[in-house]
């Protein structure tokens, strides 16, 4: 996978690039990220990528002018299929698992990122195809968003993670919470580890784990369930701990 960045700030990846999850999904050459510094697509001597808003008011814009540039330099002579251009924004669909598993999918992203007030809306209308919130509160730029985006993203390509089934079994990859997870020692200050983790019965752990994690869901997260991949099982025991799903498909609790 291909992953472009287009920033006025491309020191901040850099610290992230030599760094665990993304220094490895380079070196194994499962992801190639290219930074571009949105300053060399200006076309004056102060590099300016921001304006004054037309119609007045506080803030600055981001110009139109670097971005297309920018992103018209990366795109030349793009082998197919083309590039997923994507916009963080408050704004935007915000950012689930879901979606995750999908960007995780196609061969090439370009994430720009936005600083001041934002960028001018005809980027919006000719060069970006999807904007993406990580939450409804305002950053100052969409480079953290950037980072979120591809942290969740890149630990789901093949070969990034040691084991890719841990990311499955991850709350939100198949609708649930994740369970609760215990290590050494067995005994910490008194706590001891559920005696079923250690009794070597797998059946026994995989269904007290299924239950642990539709207990969290119910008690944390009840809103997941209806999306939820429930198995008879699952939905026998939900009703035994009080959520029961209603005649039409829907489920209540
Ligand atoms: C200060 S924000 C601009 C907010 C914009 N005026 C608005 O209210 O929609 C500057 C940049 O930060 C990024 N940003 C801020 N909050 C974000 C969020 N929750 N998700 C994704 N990107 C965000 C975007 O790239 C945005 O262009």
């Known amino acids: 996978m291909k992953i472009d960045l287009v920033t006025i700030f491309p020191q901040l990846f850099l610290p992230h690039l030599e760094t665990g999850m993304w220094a490895i999904a380079q070196k194994k050459g499962i992801v190639q990220f290219g930074i571009y510094d949105l300053r060399n697509y200006t076309e004056n ?12 008011g506080p803030g600055m814009i981001m ?5 297309f540039r920018a992103i018209e330099a990366l795109t030349a002579n793009s082998p197919q299929p083309p590039p997923l251009t994507i916009l963080l924004s408050p704004q935007g ?4 698992q879901e979606l995750v598993k999908e960007l995780s999918e196609l061969p090439w992203l370009i994430l720009l990122c936005g600083r001041y007030r934002g960028v001018d809306q005809r980027v919006r209308e000719k ?10 509160y305002v950053l100052t730029g969409g480079e953290l968003p950037a980072m979120v985006l591809i942290d969740a993203v890149i630990r789901l390509l093949p070969g ?24 050494r020692p067995q005994n ?11 009794s ?7 269904r007290w784990r299924r239950r642990k994690a539709l207990e969290l869901t119910l008690e944390k997260r009840p809103d997941l ?16 701990i009080g959520y029961h799903q209603q005649p039409g498909g829907e489920r209540w609790i």
């Open 93 to 96: 669909e915000k950012l689930n």
């Open 127 to 136: 060069l970006v195809q999807r904007e993406i919130s990580i939450g409804d």
């Open 45 to 56: 001597q102060h590099r300016t990528v921001d304006d004054y808003p037309f119609g007045g």
């Open 200 to 206: 070597g019965n797998h059946q026994e752990i995989r």
């Open 63 to 67: 110009k139109p002018g670097p971005i």
């Open 188 to 198: 910490f200050r008194g706590l001891k580890v559920p005696p079923v983790l250690l």
């Open 225 to 240: 369930l209806p999306q939820a991949n429930l198995s008879k099982e699952d939905l026998d025991y939900l009703a035994q």
């Open 160 to 183: 990034v993670l040691g084991d890719l089934d841990s990311a499955k079994e991850d709350s939100f990859y198949e609708g649930l919470l994740d369970c609760p997870h215990y290590t």
